[in-house]
């Protein structure tokens, strides 16, 4: 199944530690093109998370971001040093005994005193298994929006395909009377000059004529890249760069096609392939 490149993803977890959310959203873009924003306590992830992403992605720019709001009485909270409180009680109180003078601190007195608070420590290893174990979620999810969008686009594709090639058979069914026409006019022409010309040599004249004339061999490649395309659309790995490339090979046919032409049908024929080749190009950008 093919992929879009443009997708969004969103995904939230409440745990112990807090609360974690990953948002991840790509572009098309020509490479894998990863840029990661991580909180300061997961800081470390970085590698870790570009290497889940490349296993997953192959192409196409990607934002992706970490949220970590810490819970109360967890990751951030802050817990007083009893055992040190105590001690320095102690040895205050001992050393008021020693120079006859006695006093109580402050609370806040006692708090400013460094090792007095300590900052609680994270459990870093559950907190970094709870969010890579999430980012696989956010990843899932976003692969299937863009297999939902590229799901979109093959169909477009393939619609695209088939006007394409019904517009190609208009132009075989164009040809011998485009050719009858030239045939004619030729005729009227040459009847108006008042010239006799050799058969053999008219028939000669009609002969190169139709050799500049002739897109027998644009139409054949044209249905053969566009038989191309739909099997590119049945593949599994990525396809973007191959209908790229088909896409100007069309492009080309169709340019040819149109240089060739002396009918206004055929010349319109060719116009409408060009328009169905952009379009189909333009969205070809967006698939992986």
Not at 13 to 40: A, Q, S
Not at 67 to 74: A, C, I, K
Not at 123 to 139: C, F, H, K, Q
């Amino acid at each position: 199944m093919i992929k879009s490149m443009t997708a969004f993803a969103r995904e939230s977890r409440t745990c112990d530690f807090g609360e974690l959310t990953w948002e991840i959203r790509t572009v098309n873009h020509r490479y894998l093109e990863p840029h990661i924003r991580l909180p300061e306590e997961l800081r470390a992830l970085d590698v870790a998370v570009r290497a889940r992403l490349g296993t997953r992605l192959q192409r196409g720019k990607v934002d992706c971001s970490l949220r970590f709001t810490p819970s109360v009485g967890s990751v951030g909270s802050l817990r007083i040093n009893r055992p040190f409180v105590e001690q320095l009680l102690e040895a205050g109180h001992e050393v008021g005994m020693m120079i006859g003078r006695g006093a109580e601190p402050s609370p806040f007195e006692v708090l400013r005193w460094p090792g007095v608070i300590q900052e609680q420590e994270a459990d870093l290893d559950s907190l970094t298994e709870t969010a890579m174990g999430l980012l696989d979620v956010a990843i899932a999810t976003l692969l299937e929006t863009r297999e939902r969008e590229g799901a979109r686009l093959e169909q477009l594709l393939r619609d695209r395909c088939d006007r394409l090639q019904e517009s190609v058979q208009r132009v075989r069914s164009r040809m011998p009377e485009v050719l009858a026409g030239v045939r004619k006019r030729l005729a009227e022409r040459l009847a108006e000059l008042q010239t006799e010309l050799d058969p053999i040599r008219l028939e000669q004249e009609i002969a190169l004529l139709a050799a500049k004339l002739d897109v027998d061999e644009e139409m054949d490649r044209l249905e053969a890249h566009a038989a191309e395309v739909r099997d590119v659309l049945t593949r599994s790995e990525p396809v973007g760069r191959r209908l790229d490339f088909l896409m100007q090979e069309l492009n080309r046919e169709a340019n040819t096609l149109g240089s060739k032409s002396a009918d206004v049908a055929v010349t319109r024929e060719a116009v409408e392939m060009k328009v169905l080749i952009e379009q189909m190009r333009e969205q070809v950008q967006n698939l992986e």
